[in-house]
């Protein structure tokens, strides 16, 4: 049984709220969605900027070279990590171990970094540090439809277009699953095969603002998680220049409040008549 078998079982805890409900300050103030109505370029990324969340940071993570199944591993690994530690974490944090041997070097550092912090603190202080991340911080949130509507109207339609979007890869999603969760999308790039991987990889490209800024909050609270999601980036495709400019604008505005006037969708969509 090869790690995706061991791994595959996704878990109750994708349904927990997609927002806090404590006063926890989003990304930054909440305007114009990323990408629109910008007026800066892709130069702005290498200024430094100011948000009341504290300093952006004008770099990101340098790509590091894999192959399709590496990147497979890697996203299945930062699947299950990023998950609620339920009582089966250390045994699934084995089975990442066992394969870390298998990734590049500056990958495999990432998630040994996880894992010796992860078992130092234990399983009470796991999921208690869990909680206080990511379920009391919306920038911290694990469901990227938020980075892209916010709290808004359209985050509905946004999720209907996820759905679509890894039902379009053969990947099946229940009910019960919130389909713009992390972790389900990348169950859904972990499992693609062949010229599917391809367009799987395009996908959570689409939603890589969102990512960075998961990340950047994530290295300002001092989370080891920040290393899944540095280990993440490095598998993936180089941020251009369109996506640093996102990323840029959204750390500036913060998720939309809501869109009413705005004709184009902020997020990738597999019908364009759902415009």
């Known amino acids: 049984m090869n790690i995706f078998d061991k791994l595959r079982q996704r878990q109750q805890s994708l349904q927990r ?65 990023l998950n609620y530690p339920s009582e089966d974490i250390f045994d699934r944090l084995s089975v990442v171990e066992d394969q870390v041997d298998d990734l590049p070097l500056a990958i495999a550092t990432d998630f040994i970094n996880f894992a010796e912090w992860a078992r130092s603190i234990g399983p009470r202080g796991l999921e208690e540090h869990y909680v206080e991340t990511f379920d009391q911080r919306r920038r911290c949130t694990l469901y990227l439809s938020y980075f892209a509507v916010g709290d808004t109207r359209q985050r509905g339609m946004a999720i209907l277009s996820f759905r679509q979007q890894l039902e379009s890869l053969g990947f099946e999603i229940s009910d019960e699953e919130l389909p713009d969760h992390l972790c389900v999308v990348l169950e859904a790039l972990a499992m693609s095969q062949g010229e599917t991987h391809e367009r799987a990889v395009e996908l959570v490209a689409s939603y890589r603002e969102g990512i960075e800024v998961l990340r950047a909050a994530l290295a300002r609270e001092r989370s080891p998680y920040v290393s899944l999601i540095v280990a993440l980036c490095k598998a993936l495709p180089e941020v251009d220049s369109d996506t640093a400019q996102k990323y840029v604008d959204l750390i500036r505005t913060g998720p939309p409040a809501e869109m009413v006037g705005i004709a184009d969708l902020p997020f990738p969509t597999t019908q364009p008549d759902l415009v």
């Not at 109505?37 to 892709?42: E, L, P, R």
């Not at 192959?67 to 591993?73: E, F, G, N, P, W």
């Open 17 to 81: 709220p997609s927002v806090p409900q404590d006063g926890d300050a989003p990304v930054a103030g909440f305007g114009t969605p990323a990408g629109i109505g910008s007026t800066g370029g892709a130069k702005d990324v290498k200024k430094t900027l100011r948000a009341h969340t504290g300093q952006v940071p004008n770099d990101f993570v340098t790509p590091v070279e894999v192959t399709a199944d590496q990147r497979r591993i890697v996203a299945m690994a930062v699947s299950v990590l």
